[in-house]
């Protein structure tokens, strides 16, 4: 009798998890689907090109540019300090993401410079053309977020546990295996320089690591009451140009994606000192090999 009354109860806690799961679900989407109208104009922006009409090239698909900045909402006259190429694709539930280096040595304006200084010189538009000149890309979408998004991204979700790579422990002087960070120190980990013996490759290498660990433990179930907020956090720090609508529809398409799904590149290059300044110098041919793999549905006639 005893063991039927523990197994009762214990399908009665099943059912109860069941269906509040499934009420959190329905309650998340609605109050994400009721601010699509009251927020949606700041999530559409102008085209950021000349004679370019922005456009979906790929229904299944979203293609953006992720920029970090370290800024409390300048426009200009900041460096950004992360550029991601991004390409999610809801028919193969698969992510692309493709880190450029922030001294990576470009033509802006017909001069030679650090990619970095295009959102000085002009913003998100110098910055997109920066990158559709040297890729020969059709780049009409971004996210440019500061780096409060971070840490009131990770505060929103309750803290975060990263899997710490010895590689990267060994630079930041940390033990290696799981981490519980609060959003501070999310940030002061993945902005640390110093220590990386391959330099800036990789302080970009830790960055990417973290992105997937956090898209994958936002995507948990376990954390689908706290989603609300992290995008509130997120939105409240990001100016982004995609509309809120395609925004909600991709994010929903991934909630329940694992890290096995995101593939991470970095443009390949080497390091180099030119005039007394370090540069990034990139590799003409493996990076258009990177580039026709992952982007052949944006690629520019030439």
């Known amino acids: 009798m005893k063991n039927i009354k523990k197994t009762i109860?214990?399908?009665i806690l099943i059912i109860l998890m069941a269906i509040t799961l499934f009420l959190a679900i329905f309650v998340i989407k609605g109050l994400i689907s009721s601010s699509i109208v009251k927020n949606e104009n700041n999530f559409i922006?102008?085209?950021?090109s000349d004679g370019n009409t922005i456009e979906q090239r790929h229904k299944d698909e979203l293609f953006f540019l992720f920029a970090g900045v370290d800024s409390t909402g300048e426009k200009t006259n900041t460096r950004t300090d992360t550029l991601m190429l991004v390409l999610m694709n809801k028919s193969t539930k698969t992510i692309d993401i493709i880190s450029i280096p922030r001294d990576t040595r470009v033509y802006i304006e017909g001069e030679l410079d650090k990619i970095?200084?295009?959102h000085s010189y002009g913003g998100m538009d110098m910055t997109i053309k920066t990158i559709r000149d040297f890729l020969g890309i059709d780049l009409d979408y971004y996210c440019e977020v500061n780096f409060q998004a971070v840490v009131d991204g990770v505060d929103?979700?309750?803290?975060?546990d990263i899997d710490v790579k010895e590689p990267i422990a060994n630079a930041q002087d940390i033990e290696p295996g799981l981490h519980r960070f609060n959003g501070q120190e999310a940030l002061n980990y993945v902005r640390f320089r110093k220590g990386y013996s391959n330099a800036d490759l990789g302080r970009i290498a830790t960055q990417q690591d973290f992105l997937v660990q956090f898209i994958s433990e936002l995507s948990k179930p376990s954390k689908l009451l706290r989603i609300p907020m992290v995008f509130s956090k997120l939105s409240s720090n990001m100016?982004?140009?995609?509309?809120?609508?395609n925004l909600l529809s991709f994010g929903w398409a991934f909630k329940n994606i694992s890290q096995a799904?995101?593939?991470t590149y970095t443009i390949p290059g080497y390091p180099d000192t030119i005039d007394g300044i370090s540069y990034y110098i990139p590799d003409s041919e493996a990076t258009i090999d990177i580039r026709n793999q992952v982007l052949y549905n944006y690629l520019l006639e030439e």
């Open 45 to 48: 922006g102008d085209d950021l």
């Open 9 to 11: 109860i214990k399908l």
């Open 261 to 263: 799904q995101i593939t």
């Open 156 to 160: 929103a979700l309750g803290g975060i």
């Open 116 to 118: 970095n200084a295009a």
């Open 239 to 245: 100016d982004t140009n995609i509309n809120y609508k």
